[in-house]
């Protein structure tokens, strides 16, 4: 049985976002294309990669606050000016996570991978990077994207025409 090589079961022409672009913005087109990661570019060049996760992490505003509490009108007239601003910080921590650019919370390098290499190989380095995608580069170009789900599919195919045989 042949094993079937990663540019067999890529998605080609994966949707990518520039470095510059918002979070807000990465969000959006990962919503839409209902992926759970996007290739980041500097222009023609391969940067990174935004998922799902990078942009939840972006809500964990522990560094500013251990106990996130929203004061009441009253309280505000008790609590030290100390709590007044670290309070101040968190608001805006909060409502300026969309407006950070994908360069300051992307994954980087990208884990990439080659589209002649074996499916298996591409599984084993997803578990060992502990990521869920790999952008499939050739000659320096970006010329696909393999998720975990195109491998799974991609077993599944192949032991059925094992069966079959």
Same mark, same amino acid.
């Given at each position: 049985?042949?094993?079937?090589?990663?540019?067999?079961?890529?998605?080609?022409?994966?949707?990518?976002?520039?470095?510059?672009?918002?979070?807000?913005?990465?969000?959006?087109?990962?919503? &839409?294309?209902?992926?759970?990661?996007?290739?980041?570019?500097?222009?023609?060049?391969?940067?990174?990669?935004?998922?799902?996760?990078?942009?939840?992490?972006?809500? &964990?505003?522990?560094?500013?606050?251990?106990?996130?509490?929203?004061?009441?009108?009253?309280?505000?007239?008790?609590?030290?000016?100390?709590?007044?601003?670290?309070?101040? &910080?968190?608001?805006?921590?909060?409502?300026?996570?969309?407006?950070?650019?994908?360069?300051?919370?992307?994954?980087?390098?990208?884990?990439?991978?080659?589209?002649?290499?074996?499916?298996?190989?591409?599984?084993?380095?997803?578990?060992?990077?502990?990521?869920?995608?790999?952008?499939?580069?050739?000659?320096?170009?970006?010329?696909?994207?393999?998720?975990?789900?195109?491998?799974?599919?991609?077993?599944?195919?192949?032991?059925?025409?094992?069966?079959?045989?």
């Amino acid at each position: 049985m042949d094993t079937m090589n990663v540019r067999e079961i890529m998605t080609g022409e994966p949707v990518t976002v520039q470095v510059d672009v918002t979070v807000r913005e990465a969000a959006a087109l990962l919503r &839409k294309h209902d992926v759970g990661g996007l290739p980041v570019m500097d222009g023609e060049d391969l940067v990174g990669v935004i998922t799902e996760a990078d942009v939840l992490s972006l809500l &964990k505003t522990g560094a500013l606050s251990e106990d996130l509490w929203l004061p009441s009108p009253l309280e505000f007239i008790e609590i030290p000016i100390r709590e007044l601003i670290n309070w101040e &910080k968190t608001r805006a921590a909060l409502s300026n996570i969309g407006e950070t650019p994908v360069r300051r919370v992307m994954s980087m390098p990208a884990v990439t991978i080659g589209p002649e290499a074996g499916i298996e190989e591409a599984a084993g380095l997803m578990l060992r990077e502990g990521i869920a995608r790999l952008p499939v580069v050739e000659e320096g170009r970006l010329i696909g994207i393999v998720a975990r789900r195109d491998i799974v599919q991609g077993l599944g195919a192949s032991y059925e025409e094992s069966e079959e045989s």
